[in-house]
């Protein structure tokens, strides 16, 4: 909605007020109607009644080379206004001026988002990060349209770019793409050789069409020569931790939510998008971390120890903050057994972090890998596919 000063309502009786404004004051106000999407003839009019309300002394206003302004008011407002600004002994223009800036403190600017980053990892192979990194981002972007409230409908419709950063590059395939072939432009040559780059990295970035996803899903595919970018960033000259950070910054102006298919590994790539997914000092708690795919048996919990002990010290060496935003138990089959059910048991006692959904071993999952299908779109109502929308509101409740 565009902000208005030169039209009434429709329906509703108004009438024209003629004044005049400091020029910085129509510039605030014009912006913050914009931001908060409301008319700027119903904030004159809201900060004029929370004036009018008001018992307290208000700060006189500087109005020196105040510029004509206008707009409209409910019918007989206009002449209560200057009714009370002859009672309180201020000039129409100041109590203008003072209804404004009143209704400016009232109504701040929502703070703006920083965008999400969402590092699905764990140096184990095999749990399935890569299902759940698909997963989660096609929930994030899924039409609210599609869904009921008992969906959690509220936390969809996010602008979703997901980042397909193990070199095997599962990812890509399974969305039916190919990985960009090696010394050609992609991720890896923008993180080592930026200066060399000629392609804006948003370019190489490729929307799923489907209709439930509403454009709003991009993937940045694998590169090839991903499987060198350990040995590269030894040699890297620059912040080795900051490598990815780099180059997916600029494009996050066009996304919510950045979610990063990480590699199984606990080298100088790991790194990079662990700290990438650390809390940064406009963040609040809880908007960006890890979200850590386990099975329910032994060695997925030894393997999560490692993995652990690598934040900890990438914590303590950068002094920043990475937090695990949740567990996902994977694969998960009652039928297992003992191993299967007290594993689950284990992880969901530990409290933090949380688990934030339990993934069935069913055929769905399989099947859409087959086809080169997104989930959500192939099966939108198995239960694998509610349990990607659970992991979605589980991230997105900070």
């Known amino acids: 909605m565009l902000p208005s000063t030169s039209s009434p309502n429709p329906g509703a009786e108004r009438e024209k007020l003629v004044s005049k404004l400091p020029a910085h004051l129509q510039q605030a106000l014009k912006v913050r109607a914009a931001q908060l999407q409301t008319d ?56 203008l001026a003072q209804a404004v800036t009143l209704w400016l403190v009232d109504n701040p600017a929502e703070a703006q988002q920083t965008t999400r980053r969402v590092i699905v990892c764990n140096q184990k192979g095999g749990v399935g990060k890569t299902a759940i990194s698909a997963g989660l981002a096609q929930a994030l972007a899924e039409d609210p349209s599609v869904l009921g409230a008992a969906a959690g409908a509220a936390i969809n419709g996010r602008r979703v770019l997901l980042v397909d950063y193990d070199p095997q590059g599962h990812l890509t395939h399974q969305l039916g793409l190919t990985a960009i072939p090696a010394g050609e432009e992609s991720l890896i040559a923008h993180m080592l050789h930026r200066e060399q780059a000629k392609q804006p990295l948003l370019d190489l970035t490729v929307a799923i069409e489907r209709d439930r996803f509403g454009g709003r899903l991009r993937i940045l595919p694998a590169a090839f020569d991903a499987f060198l970018l350990d040995s590269g960033l030894t040699v890297f000259r620059g912040p080795r931790h900051a490598a990815l950070e780099r180059p997916l910054a600029p494009l996050e102006e066009h996304f919510d939510v950045i979610v990063v298919d990480s590699p199984p590994s606990l080298g100088l790539a790991m790194d990079a998008a662990l700290t990438y997914g650390r809390q940064r000092a406009d963040e609040k708690a809880g908007s960006s971390g890890l979200v850590i795919p386990v099975e329910a048996e032994d060695t997925s919990a030894q393997a999560y120890g490692m993995l652990i002990q690598q934040v900890a010290s990438l914590s303590t060496d950068f002094e920043i903050h990475i937090e695990q935003l949740g567990l996902v138990v994977n694969k998960f089959d009652s039928r297992r057994g003992y191993i299967a059910t007290s594993s689950l048991d284990k992880w969901k006692s530990l409290g933090t972090p949380p688990v934030l959904a339990v993934v069935p071993d069913v055929k769905e999952q399989r099947e859409a890998v087959r086809k080169q299908h997104p989930l959500l779109d192939y099966a939108p109502d198995c239960e694998q596919s509610h349990q990607m929308r659970k992991i979605a509101r589980g991230v997105t409740t900070a």
């Open 40 to 95: 700027m003839q119903d904030a004159v009019t809201a900060g004029i009644q929370a004036w009018r309300a008001c018992t307290d002394e208000l700060p006189t206003v500087n109005t020196a080379g105040a510029d004509s302004f206008g707009t409209y008011l409910p019918e007989g407002l206009y002449e209560d206004f200057k009714a009370d600004c002859r009672e309180r002994n201020v000039a129409y223009i100041q109590g």
